[in-house]
């Protein structure tokens, strides 16, 4: 059932785990409900980083870069992203990034 | 998960005093799947797409739902003798009563399978039976209402259509079937979940559940060939849609997208290049899964069909198929008389061995697992098991492959052949008697964690006492649902133990012609003893 969050006036749509519904309604606002959520006080250069890969991968995709791949372009160990993200790359980071979950097999 | 295990597994096994048609489903928050979204069931040409949640009051169904379910069911009636049968035949002899995972670990009597299908069988007999209609209750009949509706969303989706509960049924009842039309009946009234929508839209759209695009997909399996380079030393070089090739190799996507489902997908890279197997993946049929058997059987019949057509465009012989569980339960079970018999390509054979697979001869279809056990029986591989002795593993049989296709030695021929150390669990839950995930057909949604947590049990438990008993660290398995899905299980119940699939270690203990001395395993972490060898 989608709902809708707001910040500074700005609102969002989201699904059930809190994922935007739509990536067009992308805003630095978005960023700031789902830092409060993840328990970031600061966004550092290397949050950004993240978030800017993730964001310039769906739109060229369509879709999330697998993990692996995530490590690779950012040049991050997995365990780091879990530092920056505590929830990890898939709740943590692409939920930022306005990115919907993924399913499947997964 | 807030609930610590001591505190799950202290589990209520009193049945209540009410009578069961007098219980509703519990539909609080956690206690269901979230629903399909809106937009996907549009995309699919689906019925009654809709913004709702499990938790409303209101469903939002057609004004005319019970119309709908009772035409559906008489047509599926008049379809399938196996309904009919499956609905008249049950004697009530219980025993499959305490075969499933999720009675086992709920302790609630409709996760009992013979209730479970009472809860079909009643509104048969109410619709469809002389019987029902003249005695109603006291002939086990009842009336279909919004409830009994809420009833079939909540307990067919606590059911993984494992088919254990099938092997003790003196008259053979596949209750998965029975499972399958009652989400058959959800579908047609717009009641279906977020997490098989989304997969069968994805791959309607993509190719694939995930929705991985043909750059993508080919972007990741050169990610894996770089990674494998650099572990062996030997270059990896996987085709693309190449017409002409001699088998097509179809996996699900899960193996190209979530860890540690790549592990094994660098395995199958690994092994097709070193014994110089003329194949190909494509882009197109990248996946391997079905959703749709989740969903309809057209639905099925459309995403199985796909690997079929680009066999055909291709113009491959045949199709080997990667570690997936219920992509066999379509194969072997259904595809024949849906989109088959596959004419247009040849009986399997090995063109290693020589062996020809009478098996598929109708199919054309190979497991892996097959494909492998024969290579090594033949001695056709150099393997060095010792690259796997850190590792002590017991074998997971994913239910699909176990008892829709009798896939029971072949993963154990090879899993002998590249460990050392190998420890089975009880056989009361091995082989056909094995116990689900609980997490497979399409429920391994993060939202019923509890639910996948208690029904996963009385496999964590037998993993325990392998674990308790001989030290197990490794659970393996063939089927992506479980490489995704165990971890979690594991974690929870048994901590310590992680999991693979068998062409990880199949990958591990492969000589290749040309590597390098291995100092990685395939997650690129040090193999024990090669630490101290490197000048580092």
């Not at chain 1, 372009?73 to 930022?96: D, N, Q, R, V």
């Not at chain 2, 499959?96 to 479970?116: E, Q, T, W």
């Not at chain 2, 650099?230 to 699900?252: D, W, Y």
Request: charged fraction near 25%.
């Amino acid at each position: 059932m989608a709902e809708t969050v707001e910040y500074n006036g700005v609102s969002f749509e989201v699904d059930e785990d809190g994922f935007m519904l739509d990536f067009n309604q992308f805003a630095p606002e978005w960023i700031e409900i789902v830092k409060k959520e993840e328990g970031i006080s600061e966004l550092t250069d290397e949050h950004t980083m993240v978030i800017d890969v993730l964001q310039d991968y769906y739109k060229k995709n369509g879709i999330a870069p697998m993990v692996r791949v995530l490590s690779k372009l950012t040049g991050f160990k997995l365990k780091h992203i879990y530092e920056l993200f505590p929830s990890g790359p898939g709740k943590g980071a692409c939920k930022m990034a306005g990115l919907p979950k993924p399913t499947g097999c997964v | 998960m807030d609930i610590k295990p001591e505190e799950m597994i202290k589990i209520n096994t009193k049945p209540p005093a009410k009578h069961w048609m007098d219980i509703p489903a519990d539909l609080s928050e956690g206690k269901f799947c979230y629903p399909a979204k809106a937009k996907s069931l549009e995309y699919l040409h689906l019925p009654n797409p809709r913004d709702w949640s499990p938790a409303d009051e209101d469903w939002k169904l057609p004004e005319n739902w019970q119309q709908i379910i009772h035409e559906g069911f008489k047509e599926r009636l008049d379809k399938y003798r196996s309904l009919k049968v499956f609905m008249d035949v049950c004697v009530r002899c219980g025993a499959c009563a305490d075969k499933c995972h999720f009675y086992i670990g709920s302790g609630d009597p409709k996760n009992m399978p013979v209730l479970r299908a009472e809860l079909l069988r009643s509104i048969y007999r109410n619709d469809f039976t002389t019987l029902g209609k003249i005695f109603g209750r006291l002939a086990g009949a009842r009336k279909l209402t919004p409830l009994v509706i809420k009833e079939w969303f909540s307990y067919f989706y606590q059911c993984t259509e494992c088919r254990r509960c099938s092997v003790f049924c003196p008259y053979g009842i596949d209750t998965a079937e029975i499972t399958m039309m009652a989400r058959e009946l959800l579908n047609l009234i717009g009641v279906n979940i977020h997490w098989i929508k989304d997969p069968v839209s994805n791959c309607s759209r993509t190719g694939n559940h995930l929705g991985i695009q043909p750059q993508n997909f080919k972007e990741i399996i050169e990610f894996f060939c770089e990674d494998i380079e650099e572990i062996t030393g030997v270059a990896i070089n996987p085709s693309f849609n190449r017409k002409g090739a001699e088998v097509l190799f179809v996996t699900p996507s899960g193996d190209a997208f979530a860890d540690p489902g790549t592990y094994t997908f660098m395995g199958y890279l690994m092994l097709f290049e070193h014994i110089g197997l003329d194949y190909t993946l494509s882009t197109y049929a990248s996946e391997g899964g079905n959703f749709g058997l989740f969903t309809s059987s057209d639905m099925m019949k459309k995403l199985n069909a796909k690997m079929y057509h680009e066999a055909k465009r291709l113009g491959v012989k045949y199709i080997i198929g990667g570690e997936c569980g219920h992509m066999w339960r379509v194969i072997n079970q259904y595809m024949d008389t849906m989109n088959g018999p596959a004419d247009f390509l040849d009986v399997p054979k090995s063109p290693i061995t020589g062996t020809v697979f009478e098996n598929a001869a109708s199919t054309k279809m190979i497991h892996i697992a097959e494909f492998t056990a024969d290579l090594i029986k033949h001695n056709k591989l150099k393997l060095d098991p010792k690259r796997n002795d850190h590792l002590k593993v017991t074998w997971h049989d994913s239910c699909n492959t176990a008892r829709a296709m009798g896939l029971l030695d072949e993963p154990r021929h090879v899993l002998n052949a590249v460990c050392n150390n190998v420890f089975e669990m009880p056989p009361s839950t091995t082989r056909e008697y094995t116990f689900c995930c609980g997490s497979g057909s399409g429920t391994n949604t993060e939202e019923i964690m509890e639910q996948r947590l208690r029904g996963g049990l009385p496999r964590a438990n037998a993993v325990k006492y392998v674990h308790d008993k001989y030290g197990v660290n490794m659970l393996g398995c063939v089927c992506a649902i479980d490489r995704a899905v165990l971890p979690p299980l594991m974690n929870y119940w048994v901590p310590g133990v992680e999991v693979t699939g068998l062409h990880e270690l199949v990958g591990n203990a492969l000589v290749m012609d040309g590597e390098i001395e291995r100092t990685m395993n395939l997650r690129m972490e040090d193999l024990p003893g090669a630490e101290g060898d490197s000048d580092e």
